[in-house]
């Protein structure tokens, strides 16, 4: 079975956002193979008004779909209290994008962000995305 390289963004702002990001990493870790994770960093609200985040990158690979994927982070978030409400208040307890997809990437607006670029250049400076598929 062809396995699939994905990046996947992280973040909380809610006042659990440490617990929230562990929480999410060890479900992505338990999930995808040949894991790599960014430091945990702090960055302001795009919107410069919320409450700032604490974001993280996660590198790895897997045999579902995109489509799989993208319904799996969207449970994730679910599991941990996201709802509409929470968006509207600015309360973020998890996000989970999806950002490349095969060496593609699929969400270029979170890819030009400093929260998603501060943890992809980290996982690069390691060497994070030299996989044997």
């Not at 963004?9 to 040949?34: H, P, V, Y």
């Amino acid at each position: 079975m062809n396995k699939t390289a994905l990046v996947v963004g992280i973040g909380s702002n809610t006042t659990d956002r440490e617990f929230r990001m562990q929480s999410a990493i060890e479900a992505l870790c338990g999930k995808f193979t040949d894991a790599n994770v960014s430091a945990v960093y702090e960055t302001q609200a795009v919107n410069g008004h919320d409450a700032p985040y604490f974001n993280a990158v996660f590198s790895g690979m897997t045999t579902m779909t995109m489509e799989d994927v993208i319904v799996w982070l969207k449970e994730q978030e679910r599991l941990a209290g996201r709802n509409e409400l929470e968006n509207i208040e600015g309360q973020v307890h998890l996000d989970l994008d999806l950002v490349i997809w095969d060496g593609r990437i699929v969400r270029p607006a979170d890819f030009d962000r400093t929260y998603f670029n501060i943890g992809y250049r980290q996982l690069l400076a390691e060497g994070a995305f030299q996989y044997n598929v």
